[in-house]
């Protein structure tokens, strides 16, 4: 049980360390065109990833899939860069879309990209354990609180912001997705891997 909470906490701060920003970004980005009304949907959107980032860290713990290391850390900003230009470009179509089904299938494959960005360094954690599903399931517990933890935070502004500011939802999220944007080009050009 010691080895859960270990990994756990490692969970957390992985999502959490401002450091490695990279996740709090996507999560925002992922976020931004949901008000505080379709909080379900934005959850269920942080459970795939956390499923599909995983999944990806077992294929990666277990050697049945190995990634090139340089390749994958530039996806990584790439998916956030996506992600923020799709908020932009289809902002109408989220408004009255009932559905999530494009956001579902791009999280997913999103995440598989996430967990493989962390996945030599669990690997190197786990390699001397004979268990891995415990620290599996400790840390992917941490990716789900730490993600909804952000992503209910992101929702939290943007109720502030659209409710109290009088901000509408639509320049709201052109105006957050920008920034993302911005803060997004640096990331692509320090891992540009060719």
């Known amino acids: 049980m010691e080895d859960f909470w270990f990994y756990l906490k490692m969970g957390l701060d992985h999502v959490l360390d401002l ?4 996740h709090i970004l996507f999560l925002s980005a992922l976020a931004i ?8 949907k934005v959850l269920v959107l942080a459970t795939v990833f956390t499923i599909t980032h995983c999944l990806s860290l077992m294929l990666s713990v277990y050697e049945i899939v190995v990634m090139d290391v340089s390749l994958i850390e530039f996806l990584i900003p790439v998916t956030i860069f996506l992600t923020a230009i799709f908020n932009i470009l289809y902002q109408k179509m989220l408004e009255g879309s009932k ?3 494009l956001h579902v299938i791009a999280t997913a494959f999103f995440g598989l990209i996430h967990g493989f960005g962390f996945s030599n360094y669990f690997k190197m954690l786990v390699s001397g354990e004979d268990e891995k599903v415990t620290p599996l399931i400790g840390f992917a517990t941490g990716i789900e609180i730490s993600q909804v933890t952000v992503v209910m935070i992101v929702l939290i ?12 939802q639509p320049v709201f999220v052109w105006a957050a997705s920008s920034i993302v944007l911005l803060i997004t080009i640096p990331l692509l ?6």
């Open 99 to 101: 559905s999530i089904g």
């Open 189 to 194: 050009y320090q891992t540009f891997p060719w």
């Open 19 to 22: 450091g490695a920003y990279d």
């Open 157 to 168: 502004l943007a109720y502030i912001v659209q409710t109290i500011l009088k901000v509408k």
């Open 33 to 40: 065109p949901f008000t505080f009304k379709s909080w379900k």
